[in-house]
């Protein structure tokens, strides 16, 4: 097996190691497009480990996130980022040990833009861990949920763009973004409560929360209306279905949907 073909394999396990919910529609995309995502994904998951690392410092996740960002903004130096990581290696996952593997996987051609939205990505992950995820307003909900989502939505549109042409909405691709990760909020509220942490800004309830993620999502619907590629429209629809019916459960009392259900889903939007 030659070294691309191993490293590709190896980063899908790894995958499905880190994120179930997106091996399954990534794998369901065209063999490019699927390498592409898969990378631009591991790229992105790489820095969120760090962000959300419950055994390092803030200020250490600060100044690792900015260093990172400020790798990613030239020619990437593998060498360089595990020595900024060497310190953190016996804690930190093998997605974000190998950022530079997801970089080198990633195709020629779309490389530079996923190295973009993933440096703007730490950058903007800095700032709020500097903040210590302390959200006041919908304005500062909105800023925070762009930097670790809508960003994703962002650098989707760009490989879209880059592998047939296919036009999507900017903003469309932001609000999708967000739509996924209020979703989250409300699914790790007390999680994230155990911890001092709260995403909910003043004055809000859940309920503000549950129509500030209902109203993102509708908008991610819009955002698929530009799309006529096959893979990419089920690639979308599957992560969209999916937090429309987490959030039914929410609203119902539940932590979360069973695998069967998820199983049902991809069944009724695949078959």
């Known amino acids: 097996m030659n070294e691309s073909k191993k490293l590709y394999k190896e980063a899908m396990l790894v995958l499905k190691d880190t994120s179930r919910t997106f091996y399954i529609p990534i794998n369901l995309l065209e063999p490019t497009l699927k390498k592409t995502v898969a990378s631009a994904y591991l790229c992105m998951r790489a820095i969120d480990e760090i962000e959300d690392h419950e055994m390092i410092e803030n200020e250490t996740k600060q100044s690792l ?12 130096d ?10 953190y290696e016996s804690i930190l996952p093998e997605v974000t040990l190998r950022l530079g593997d997801w970089i080198t996987l990633c195709p020629e051609g779309i490389v530079e833009k996923v190295k973009e939205s993933t440096g ?5 992950m800095a700032e709020w861990v500097k903040k210590d995820w302390c959200i006041r307003s919908k304005e500062e909900l909105d800023d925070y949920t762009y930097y670790v989502a809508g960003l ?14 296919t036009e999507t909405d900017r903003d469309l691709a932001i609000a ?14 007390q999680e994230d409560h155990e911890r001092g942490v709260s995403f909910m800004p003043d004055n809000w309830n859940r309920d503000d929360m549950f129509d500030y993620a209902t109203a993102n999502l509708s908008l991610a619907d819009e955002y698929m209306k530009d799309i006529n590629n096959r893979s990419i429209k089920l690639f979308c629809k599957i992560p969209l279905a999916l937090a429309n019916k987490t959030l039914k459960a929410l609203k119902n009392g539940r932590e979360k949907i069973s695998r069967n259900e998820v199983e049902e889903i991809v069944e009724q939007i695949t078959k």
């Open 78 to 87: 593998d060498v360089k980022y595990r020595e900024l990581l060497q310190q």
């Open 65 to 76: 996130l900015q260093d990172i960002s400020a790798l990613l903004k030239s020619k990437f």
């Open 152 to 165: 994703v939505g962002v650098m989707l549109s760009d490989i879209w763009k880059w592998y047939d042409n």
């Open 176 to 189: 999708f973004g967000r739509g996924l990760q209020s979703v989250n909020i409300l699914r790790n509220q």
């Open 120 to 124: 703007i990505m730490a950058d903007g």
